[in-house]
T-cell receptor
């Protein structure tokens, strides 16, 4: 089955700096790669996603890149703000619609 | 988002007790999932159901069972709870009509087994 590895497990950044989280996946048949943000005590919520026929996608301060050949994808957050502090999960979707999640990255943005 | 409702929100139970976690949704989605979240381990799939007559084991189904009572309801049971089942449990739904990937999560149930 699919295996998703996510790094780093924790990330501290100064407000205004950029944050990058990286994930790798094992199943070359995976075709959908979402990113979820989970604030403390809340449910995970989708913030951005990318499909395997696209290499990059942007939405305001966040962007996701996908390298199918290398089987890795990354989340980029620019101009970080305190409200970006949360746990971020990457996931890979198989052809049946199931998601395999990474272990999560705790992002802390310090003023 | 009240579209996916989990009950209870918090529960403390004793080792060996049977407990049921419930999930109901008003999104009209056909697919439902149960995940557990543990620190440093992410979200791991316990069981999933693609329609009322379809039930499948996930990666960590041992010690758990499920029931899909209707399209809108999917329950998770721990037949004999043990302390290492202490975790945060999430129900999620998705719609096969849109590819099945757009998960909506419930608010979670925090379960403590003592």
């Amino acid at each position: 089955g699919e295996n998703v590895e996510q790094h780093p497990s924790t990330l501290s950044v100064q407000e205004g700096d950029s944050a990058v989280i990286k994930c790798t996946y094992s199943d070359s048949a995976s075709n959908y790669f979402p990113w979820y943000k989970q604030e403390l005590g809340k449910r995970p919520q989708l913030i951005i996603d990318i499909r395997s026929n696209v290499g990059e996608k942007k939405d305001q301060r966040i962007a996701v890149t996908l390298n199918k050949t290398a089987k890795h994808f990354s989340l980029h957050i620019t101009e970080t703000q305190p409200e970006d502090s949360a746990v971020y999960f990457c996931a890979a979707g198989d052809s049946w619609g199931k998601l395999q999640f990474g272990a999560g990255t705790q992002v802390v943005v310090t003023p | 988002d009240a579209d996916v409702t989990q009950t209870p929100r918090n529960r403390i139970t004793k080792t060996g007790k049977r407990i049921m976690l419930e999930c109901s949704q008003t999104k009209g989605h056909d697919r439902m999932y149960w995940y557990r979240q543990d620190p440093g381990l992410g979200l791991r799939l316990i069981y999933y159901s693609f329609d009322v007559k379809d039930i499948n084991k996930g990666e960590i189904s041992d010690g758990y069972s499920v029931s899909r009572q209707a399209q809108a309801k999917f329950s998770l049971s721990l037949e004999s709870a043990i302390p290492n089942q202490t975790a945060l449990y999430f129900c999620a739904t998705s719609d096969s009509g849109t590819g099945g990937y757009g998960y909506t999560f419930g608010s979670g149930t925090r379960l403590t087994v003592v």
